[in-house]
């Protein structure tokens, strides 16, 4: 009997996992560009247990006729990577140019 809802939760799972992908921002953002990296700052976060690095690199890109600014947070001592003036390539949403993220 239970051989009968084994394949029944097989199915459910694949909807679940086939909607959450079709919702998700990252599908909407199908757009490339180029950004200019205009800053990217080291942050030291102290835990009780433990002391983290993280780095905030903000990016200007430009879709249309309009200037945009992505920021985003990355694990690590990573400053180093994104200097000033650096080109990355940026992905968007074209209906939503502010929903972004850098490509990878």
């Keep these: 009997m239970i ?16 909607a959450r992908f079709y ?35 903000v990016v200007g890109y430009h879709v249309g ?3 945009y600014e992505l920021r985003t947070i990355c694990d690590g001592a990573r400053a180093a ?3 000033e003036g650096r080109q990355l390539r940026v992905r968007y949403n074209p209906g939503t140019p502010e929903m972004a993220d850098l490509a990878r």
């Design 3 to 18: 051989y009968l809802f084994i394949p029944l939760i097989v199915v459910v799972c694949a909807i679940l996992f086939g």
């Design 23 to 57: 919702f998700s921002n990252t599908r909407r953002m199908s757009s490339l560009t180029t950004g200019t990296v205009l800053r990217a700052e080291e942050r030291v976060i102290l835990r009780p247990n433990r002391r983290l690095t993280e780095t905030e690199v």
């Design 65 to 67: 006729r309009k200037d």
């Design 81 to 83: 990577q994104y200097p």
